[in-house]
């Protein structure tokens, strides 16, 4: 069915834009003194109403025949006979209307009165469905570019999950890495903290996994995992691993991807504290900055060592995370400040619902 007759909405105003072509006919028959303009208007009116139902079925032929498809003398002849067509139909609508006033005795002697302007609405109703046929190709290669860009957004939607469904995934492992070293590290130290490092990490473990497939959790959530995770460490570090929060009131309520800050609390730990003999301090802050919300992660350090230590794919993840999902409206900064490692990164703050329906 053409969409302007599955909708009223779309039919009435295109009926209603056949008026002036309406206007201009009656408005050249009646300067010609032939009849009154209510008597032509009487008569052209229901032919331009069959007429515009007329004029929507090149929809069809230009579908069956898109421009290039077939040499354009064919296309000129497809059309021009449905035209010509068109255009007998036109004028026959015309005639018929006056001719039935007439012998109504509404306006008599109408339809031989017209009859010499029949040839000139002939023509109007050829040029008219070739007018048709031009809007109804212009249209057709706007719904193709909107099509195009339609399923070009689509892949792109799809790479993008695609990119952080594979990031999320190499996370995990590097993670169970990591873990595992501070295991075997501690099994041949002290045996009873190896086990319960190995209980807290089965907890820990537990709690992410059960994030299941979700893209997008509150940061409570979020901040929830990185203490799982650093209670996780302090059974291998002890007092050598202290932690400070400063969470802001209502950023808990954003939404931020899963195991966001998960690579960064390892960095920290891992190229902070582990090089530091006497341990040191991981503080972790959020606070709101307008639409954004801003978390910082800060961790003493050796300068001495900070050269040679390589961060790993942590900040390379986190960084590549936040330009897939929100583009140029987040960021990250991350290197030494005032005797600290600091990591601050800032995106919007969204419900976690609305990011996940929208990722």
């Known amino acids: 069915m053409h969409p302007i007759l599955a909708s009223p909405r779309r039919l009435l105003p295109y009926l209603a834009a056949w008026t002036p072509v309406l206007a201009l ?6 300067r010609s003194g032939t009849a009154p303009w209510y008597q032509v208007a009487a008569a052209l009116a229901p032919a331009c109403v069959v007429y515009a139902f007329v004029c929507l079925s090149p929809l069809y032929v230009c579908r069956s025949h898109p421009l290039g498809s077939a040499p354009a003398s064919s296309l000129l002849g497809a059309f021009g006979a449905a035209a010509a067509a068109g255009g007998l139909l036109f004028a026959s609508s015309a005639w018929l209307a006056a001719a039935a006033l007439d012998r109504a005795g509404t306006f008599p002697a109408l339809g031989s009165r017209i009859e010499p302007y029949l040839i000139y609405w002939f023509g109007m109703g050829v040029v008219l469905y070739f007018l048709s046929a031009g809007l109804h190709y212009a249209w057709l290669a706007v719904e193709a570019s909107r099509d195009a860009e339609r399923r070009a957004s689509e892949a792109r939607t799809l790479a993008r999950e695609a990119e952080l469904q594979a990031l999320r995934m190499q996370i995990n492992p590097h993670f169970l890495f990591n873990c595992l070293h501070s295991i075997s590290a501690l099994a041949t130290q002290d ?18 996994l059960g994030l299941g497939g979700r893209e997008c959790i509150p940061l409570s959530e979020e901040l929830a995992l990185a203490r799982s995770y650093l209670e996780v460490e302090h059974v291998r570090y002890g007092e050598r691993l202290r932690v400070e929060e400063e969470i802001e009131p209502g950023c808990e309520a954003c939404g931020a991807p899963a195991l966001l800050l998960q690579p960064l609390i390892e960095n920290a730990v891992k190229h902070g504290i582990a090089g530091l003999l006497e341990g040191g301090t991981i503080r972790i802050a959020a606070v709101r900055q307008g639409p954004l919300v801003s978390i910082t992660i800060e961790n003493a350090f050796d300068p001495e060592a900070a050269a040679g230590a390589k961060m790993g794919i942590g900040l390379a993840h986190v960084r590549r995370r936040l330009q897939v999902r929100y583009g140029d409206r987040a960021a990250l900064e991350a290197g030494p400040s005032e005797g600290l490692y600091r990591v601050v990164l800032r995106f919007p703050c969204e419900s976690p619902m609305a990011s996940s329906s929208r990722a």
């Open 25 to 30: 006919l009656v408005l050249v028959t009646w």
């Open 191 to 208: 045996g009873a903290r190896a086990r319960e490092m190995c209980v807290r990490l089965a907890g820990f473990l537990r709690s992410s």
